[in-house]
């Protein structure tokens, strides 16, 4: 598929054909393409949360204004931010910078420098911490969503939910921000597609303050 007709394509999908399922391969594979995504320093702070049991999605579902494509859609993903991410001793953070020295982009003796620099950019405040967690899961989420388009997945991201009850519901850790649900399926055909939304013109995107 072109990657223009990826982006025009892609819709936020509301109605899903619960009679059409994702193959765990095929999530699988949608996965491994948006994990290609760009992250500070290669820390990618993201995780998925994969809900296919209807019992576990409407646990969800409760949670999110009742939405139905949560519980219609074969699977519906809590997408995760680690806004711990960037601290010394997380595992995927000393993966990162161990493969960082393999691969030759840094060597051990710039553990401080990278330490610091972390800490100066991620660690300042508690907003920096979110903002570090959900800009990088921002990355991973879109290229999630476009990879599934590519391959003819349909996908609707959500973020009208109780982030407190949801982290409550599924025991998930404080020190994980939820950016988003993400419902992921197939367009039930027997239903009417809204027209595009429109969109900011290039001009109106662009802006200036210091003139």
């Not at 109605?15 to 820390?43: C, M, R, T, W, Y």
């Not at 476009?146 to 991201?157: E, F, M, N, Q």
Request: neutral net charge; glycine residues 6%.
């Amino acid at each position: 598929m072109d990657f223009k007709d990826v982006l025009y394509g892609r819709r936020a999908i509301n109605f899903f054909d619960p009679g059409k399922p994702v193959s765990e391969a095929l999530l699988d594979e949608i996965i491994g393409l948006a994990a290609q995504a760009p992250s500070g320093f290669n820390i990618q702070p993201w995780s998925l949360m994969v809900l296919r049991d209807q019992e576990e999605k409407l646990r969800l579902q409760k949670h999110a204004w009742n939405q139905f494509k949560i519980s219609a859609a074969p699977v519906t993903l809590i997408v995760l931010a680690d806004m711990d991410g960037w601290k010394t001793g997380n595992p995927f953070l000393e993966k990162n910078f161990q493969e960082m020295v393999r691969a030759g982009d840094m060597t051990a003796d710039q553990r401080q420098w990278f330490d610091g620099a972390r800490e100066s950019l991620y660690g300042a405040s508690e907003s920096r911490k979110v903002a570090f967690a959900c800009k990088n899961t921002g990355f991973f989420a879109m290229s999630l969503m476009l990879a599934a388009k590519s391959i003819g997945v349909d996908t609707h991201p959500m973020d009208g939910f109780d982030m407190d009850a949801v982290r409550k519901e599924f025991k998930i850790p404080d020190h994980y921000w939820i950016p988003m649900l993400i419902a992921v399926g197939y367009f039930d055909a027997a239903k009417s597609l809204s027209p595009a939304k429109w969109r900011k013109t290039v001009r109106e995107i662009q802006v200036r303050f210091d003139t």
